[in-house]
């Protein structure tokens, strides 16, 4: 169906990625962890600042993937899994730039992903299909080259660090998930072993590995956190992959994940609906660095609203806090917003931003703003992470 004013595909906004391939959020539930008080306080999340991004009939978003803040400027980058290209929206919401088009050719993607941005001239998208990370010139968006990668780009968060970029992919062939690149030069190391759970899903019937197939990773300059979507395990390494540590958040109110969820979401009778797979378990969907060395960590408790492809995947979020030396954490703050479209986040200069859109009925479109929150542990009860 396509709307009268726009011409917009209105199922596209209202699922969450455009084929089953691609889907996040799935898993098996469990009760919040009866070892803890529920009437604890997580951190504070505030919404300090809401931008309405200009779109109209021939520039709009499609599907969002991933959301940037480039934090030389403050303008918003937009990676569009509809569109297959990358916005740059100035910080008042004024569209400036694009970064690449649909296709197969250079500067071009088939399905984009991860979108970051190197030092002060470079834009750089991810592609899943190709496996590229194609880079462009952030001031007139002119494509200047690209560097071949192996695995499925996650959706929580790149980290620039001094050995070069460190970016979260799930790579079947490494057995690893996530990824040195040594910028500019053309090496990368792909580090951190895939957790057991996945390991035994691959080696099965793979379902719980493809569903839940995003990892996110943060790195410091000797260190990196990573996990994936369908677990509750942080693990600590260096950044040559050596595991130092393993955290496992306890959740108050989000839904948490059980011990045994590769078991059950391998077990062909477990789920008699994709809804039931959606609804049944959080999924960690990003880690992002604090000023202090803290980590924002963010889960989804997913709703599917319908069946796929033009189901409506909708997400409470919910914001946890390791401290910086990893040894306690703040957690399961939720995240104000709409809820009526997946949402995209970041976090830039210890402020987390999120895309959050809602269908404007009267005009049957879509309005896509970008809201800013302040995150406050001030009055966190804090649990420690043995």
Request: proline share 6%; aromatic share 10%; glycine share 10%.
């Given at each position: ?134 880079l462009f010139s ?68 793979g379902r719980f590995?493809a569903f839940q ?174």
């Amino acid at each position: 169906m396509r709307t009268p004013t726009t011409g917009k595909p209105m199922s596209l906004f209202r699922s969450s990625y455009a084929a089953p391939a691609m889907l996040v959020g799935v898993g098996c539930g469990s009760e919040p962890d009866a070892s803890v008080d529920r009437a604890t306080a997580g951190p504070a999340v505030t919404v300090v600042d809401s931008v309405l991004l200009d779109e109209n009939d021939r520039f709009y978003l499609g599907n969002p993937f991933s959301l940037v803040v480039d934090t030389a400027d403050g303008s918003f980058l937009i990676s569009d899994f509809f569109e297959n290209r990358i916005l740059r929206y100035e910080r008042a919401g004024k569209l400036r730039q694009f970064y690449g088009r649909p296709g197969g050719g250079p500067g071009e993607f088939r399905s984009i992903s991860t979108a970051f941005v190197l030092g002060d001239s470079v834009v750089v998208g991810a592609g899943n299909r190709r496996n590229l990370l194609q880079l462009f010139s952030k001031h007139d968006g002119a494509y200047v080259g690209e560097q071949p990668y192996s695995g499925r780009p996650g959706t929580g968060g790149v980290s620039v660090v001094d050995r070069g970029v460190v970016f979260p992919t799930r790579d079947l062939a490494n057995g690893t998930m996530a990824a040195v690149w040594r910028y500019p030069e053309l090496a990368i190391d792909y580090v951190v072993p895939l957790p057991a759970p996945y390991q035994r899903s691959l080696e099965g019937l793979g379902r719980f590995a493809a569903f839940q197939s995003f990892g996110s990773v943060v790195a410091w300059s000797d260190t990196l956190l990573s996990g994936m979507s369908g677990l509750n395990e942080i693990y600590l390494s260096t950044l040559d992959g050596v595991l130092l540590d393993t955290l496992l958040l306890p959740n108050t109110t989000r839904r948490g994940v059980p011990p045994n969820v590769q078991e059950v979401f391998d077990d062909l009778q477990s789920f008699s609906s994709m809804t039931e797979m959606f609804e049944a378990a959080s999924s960690m969907y990003g880690l992002y660095r604090m000023s202090d060395g803290s980590t924002v960590v963010l889960h989804h408790d997913s709703t599917m609203d319908g069946e796929l492809p033009a189901g409506n995947i909708t997400s409470e979020v919910y914001l946890s806090i390791i401290a910086p030396d990893r040894t306690s954490a703040c957690v399961d703050a939720p995240v104000p917003y709409s809820n009526e479209m997946r949402p995209v986040h970041t976090v830039a200069r210890d402020t987390l931003f999120l895309v959050d859109r809602r269908l404007n009925e009267a005009e049957d479109d879509l309005l896509t703003w970008i809201r800013a929150y302040r995150i406050d542990t001030t009055g966190c009860t804090w649990f420690d992470l043995d």
